[in-house]
């Protein structure tokens, strides 16, 4: 037992690609993912800070690090599967937690435990910084699915996953920085200047107005 197993298996998380049997031209691991939530979240909460809402930042940063390390014993499983019906959105959160569970039992020192179930366990909650995680998350897999688009990727999936997470991202549009996402950041998007664009210009565009 010791924080040697933990330390080790980061490492691991390199090797967990994103998305599993599809064609990309871009191949994304679990821990790179981690690294740009993370950097997301901290833009995201640097604007909710800025429009008045109070920020704890240790939390932002513990949830965006940490919200995919169950995934080192589950691997990547693809959003419209693991979404596809809220029951199985359960089952499979129920596994990670005990597998999760399992593994700090058994490898982390006792005065460390209960720390880390916290910081391992469902991190997108109702708290400001739990709504920052989800926003964050589906930002960065509407970039990755945008890269594959613009690559001319004709695997139909990277559209329906750009389209999800536009969705989702759109449920919070009652917050600061989303609102800065769709006038800023989503306006540079559908404004790129690349042929391959039109798909994504499109859904953009259809997404926008069925969310209003």
């Not at 994103?18 to 901290?42: D, W």
């Not at 989503?186 to 391959?196: G, R, S, Y």
Request: with cysteine.
């Amino acid at each position: 037992m010791g924080i040697h197993i933990y330390f080790k298996s980061l490492s691991n998380l390199e090797g967990i690609i994103r998305c599993p049997g599809k064609f990309k031209y871009q191949e994304h691991s679990v821990a790179s993912h981690s690294f740009k939530v993370t950097k997301i979240a901290q833009f995201l909460a640097t604007v909710e800070e800025m429009h008045g809402t109070p920020i704890n930042w240790k939390l932002v940063y513990e949830k965006a690090i940490n919200h995919d390390y169950s995934e080192l014993f589950t691997g990547d499983i693809m959003t419209p599967v693991k979404y596809a019906l809220p029951k199985l959105k359960e089952l499979f959160t129920q596994v990670e937690e005990s597998m999760i569970r399992d593994f700090i039992g058994r490898e982390f020192p006792e005065e460390f435990q209960k720390i880390y179930e916290e910081r391992f366990c469902e991190g997108k909650d109702d708290s400001i910084e739990g709504r920052i995680l989800a926003i964050a998350d589906k930002i960065d897999l509407l970039y990755e699915s945008f890269g594959e688009i613009i690559k001319g990727n004709p695997e139909p999936l990277f559209i329906q996953i750009y389209q999800e997470a536009l969705e989702t991202i759109l449920q919070y549009k009652d917050m600061s920085c989303v609102q800065y996402f769709i006038d800023n950041i989503l306006q540079e998007i559908i404004d790129e200047e690349t042929a391959l664009c039109s798909t994504v210009q499109k859904v953009t565009k259809e997404t926008l107005q069925n969310a209003t």
